[in-house]
């Protein structure tokens, strides 16, 4: 086995012990049928895959809230778990909404939660960015294919989308979201969404059938308190 992945995945359980990985003892894997060589070159991909896609400032993010932890536990249950490798690979279910002011811990809540997802060891091959970054990418200009980088979001097997409803109103705007959260709708494809609008407004902001559609395809956690930035915490 490779030291420096055997490394990688020691660190990353050190850090978190409260999450209970798929596979806890190699040995074991193995003599269950399992290939322990393939199954730490799994794990540490999946690790290192989710520290390139979760920004510095939420590193350290968990999932703390009991709603969120009982999301992650749909998308392990639901994940297809490999005899060889013993990892699992994500598959379709059930989105995740998470609503609340600005600083109540929302985007913590999220990264949390592909963190979780990684440390437990399913592998989701997930994309995450604020809305404003997906709309900034698909605008329209020259050596930019929109429909591609729409494509690179609508098709990603888990997706979190960022501070929804943040960016000024527009047809095209409205049109994006409409067509991403349909796209993932459709196809019963998990996603993570955050929004500091109050559930009330979310129709008058995002429209009112794409806020019946993530009414129907989230599981919906509101998250309450004071700023957490004030504090000197990530929000």
Not at 134 to 140: G, S
Not at 171 to 196: A, K
Request: charged share 25%; proline share 6%; with cysteine.
């Amino acid at each position: 086995m490779n030291e420096d992945e055997l490394q990688t995945i020691a660190s990353h359980r050190n850090a978190f012990p409260h999450i209970t990985p798929l596979i806890t003892d190699w040995r074991a894997h193995e003599d269950q049928g399992g290939d322990a060589f393939h199954a730490v070159k799994e794990t540490a991909a999946i690790l290192t895959a989710t520290d390139q896609l979760i920004p510095l400032r939420y590193k350290h993010a968990d999932a703390t809230d009991p709603k969120v932890i009982a999301w992650v536990d749909e998308v392990v249950t639901n994940a297809e778990r490999a005899r060889v490798s013993g990892g699992a690979k994500g598959g379709p279910g059930p989105s995740l909404l998470l609503l609340g002011p600005t600083g109540t811990g929302k985007t913590h809540q999220g990264y949390g939660a592909l963190r979780r997802l990684s440390v437990i060891g399913v592998n989701t091959a997930a994309a995450a960015a604020p809305i404003a970054d997906i709309y900034a990418k698909m605008r329209p200009r020259p050596g930019v294919d929109s429909e591609t980088v729409f494509e690179s979001y609508a098709q990603a097997p888990l997706l979190f989308v960022d501070d929804l409803g943040a960016a000024k109103e527009s047809e095209w705007v409205e049109e994006v979201t409409t067509r991403l959260v349909n796209y993932r709708y459709d196809r019963s494809m998990p996603t993570i969404f955050t929004s500091n609008v109050p559930p009330k407004q979310l129709g008058e902001k995002i429209g009112e059938r794409v806020a019946s559609r993530l009414t129907e395809l989230c599981r919906v956690v509101v998250l309450k308190g004071t700023d957490r930035r004030l504090a000197g915490r990530a929000a």
